[in-house]
T-cell receptor, first 113, second 118 residues
Framework: AQSVTQPDIHITVSEGASLELRCNYS??????LFWYVQSPGQGLQLLLK??????LVQGIKGFEAEFKRSQSSFNLRKPSVHWSDAAEYFC???????????FGQGTELSVKP | DTGVSQDPRHKITKRGQNVTFRCDPI?????LYWYRQTLGQGPEFLTY????????KSRLLSDRFSAERPKGSFSTLEIQRTEQGDSAMYLC????????????????FGAGSRLTVL
């Protein structure tokens, strides 16, 4: 069955520190991979996506993610976290060609001043 | 482009009542998706349309739930005989069905409709 696991429910980092959010997926083939961010009361905003090619992808707001096929992982990173990054982050997978996305349960990020 | 619009943003209802949510997708997108999100969880897929055709439904979508997209533009999600377990955020998203590589996979979400069943 297709699934996404985000092992960390809640992470707290200090402002200016680096960040890594973990995502592991289970999928029959190489899926398309996504990270979305959701601020309170808001919809989901796409941070970045991986379809093929270079396994390190850049996104908005200084985020990047690396696809590791051997580990079935797509971890999200940011070198220096800002207080405005506090939000909930969701990893998702989808089949090439479109259709539904399957989401993980999310990681809530808190940022300490 | 005004993005994906959902209405109402908040709905409080009593158990047993029917509720309907509306979603207006991005005008040039012909795919439309409904998801449900409960507190502390990721969005769960409910159903999606390509134009007016409903292409996939989750088994989560019980008989009390029905979604329509009659003219291939806006969509409605109706919940009949609401239960307290239906309390959630209902998210709508849209995407193109073709286009540049992966374009069909990039979902743009609305702000959601929050349902509270008392």
């Amino acid at each position: 069955a297709q699934s996404v696991t985000q092992p960390d429910i809640h992470i707290t980092v200090s402002e200016g520190a680096s960040l890594e959010l973990r995502c592991n997926y289970s999928y029959g083939a190489t899926p398309y991979l996504f990270w979305y961010v959701q601020s309170p009361g808001q919809g989901l905003q796409l941070l970045l996506k991986y379809f093929s090619g270079d396994t390190l992808v850049q996104g908005i707001k200084g985020f990047e993610a690396e696809f590791k096929r051997s580990q079935s992982s797509f971890n999200l990173r940011k070198p220096s976290v800002h207080w405005s990054d506090a939000a909930e982050y969701f990893c998702a997978v989808g089949a090439p060609g479109g259709g539904k996305l399957i989401f993980g349960q999310g990681t809530e990020l808190s940022v300490k001043p | 482009d005004t993005g994906v619009s959902q209405d109402p943003r908040h709905k409080i209802t009593k158990r047993g009542q029917n509720v309907t949510f509306r979603c207006d997708p991005i005008s040039e997108h012909n795919r439309l998706y409904w998801y449900r999100q409960t507190l502390g969880q990721g969005p769960e897929f409910l159903t999606y349309f390509q134009n007016e055709a409903q292409l996939e439904k989750s088994r989560l979508l019980s008989d009390r739930f029905s979604a329509e997209r009659p003219k291939g533009s806006f969509s409605t999600l109706e919940i009949q005989r609401t239960e307290q377990g239906d309390s959630a955020m209902y998210l709508c998203a849209s995407s193109p069905s073709t286009g540049v590589l992966g374009g069909a996979n990039v979902l743009t979400f609305g702000a959601g409709s929050r349902l509270t069943v008392l």
